[in-house]
């Protein structure tokens, strides 16, 4: 290996091993969950072996973390709490008043978000997530009808769904009168 190779291969290790370790896995534990062998961890950990790009995403994405921060050889472990406080999440008027309730951060793949829906006003069609992203929505007050490809329903206070939305969809405040109010919980594919 170069001397480029060589500290690549070390940094990567040692970024591994931390990460690891934070997160309290065993090399058996992390390899199941990467689907990398114990002994193929162990070599990228001593910097013994230049892992591939594959075997980083894996590593990465079995760690919960981006694989840049291995690259990078971002070793301090992330925080195991997260906080978001009040008016400072991601937030829009248009054509609905929205708010992100839910911090973010590397290897987070989950949106909370609140969503104000004036009366007879319509989101979307939203275009289609990735392949495997689901929405779960729960209708806290009014009424609103969700359209997931050529499916729909219709849901009342109270009412909650989860919906595939790897393909164009929707959210519908049918009611002249009044406003809907409703909690998406967003799971990235």
């Not at 951060?105 to 939203?126: A, C, E, K, N």
């Not at 009611?175 to 409703?182: F, H, M, Q, V, Y």
Request: net charge negative; aromatic share 2%; glycine share 10%.
């Amino acid at each position: 290996m170069s001397t480029l190779e060589n500290e690549v291969s070390l940094r990567v290790g040692r970024a591994v091993k931390q990460q690891r370790v934070a997160a309290g896995l065993s090399l058996r534990v992390l390899a199941a969950r990467s689907g990398i062998s114990p002994s193929m961890i162990s070599e990228v950990e001593r910097g013994t072996k230049s892992p591939t790009v594959i075997t980083m995403m894996r590593l990465a994405q079995a760690l919960g973390i981006n694989a840049g921060a291995l690259l990078d050889g971002d070793t301090d472990p992330a925080p195991r709490i997260l906080v978001l406080r009040r008016g400072e999440g991601a937030a829009g008027e248009h054509p609905a008043r929205w708010e992100s309730l839910g911090p973010s951060g590397p290897g987070i793949r989950i949106d909370f978000v609140r969503y104000q829906i004036p009366p007879s006003t319509v989101l979307g069609p939203t275009p289609a997530h990735a392949p495997g992203t689901v929405e779960h929505m729960h209708v806290a007050a009014g009424t609103v009808r969700v359209t997931v490809g050529d499916e729909t329903a219709e849901l009342v206070a109270g009412d909650s769904c989860s919906c595939r939305t790897d393909v164009p969809h929707g959210v519908e405040n049918p009611d002249p009168s009044a406003e809907a109010l409703i909690y998406l919980v967003v799971e990235r594919g």
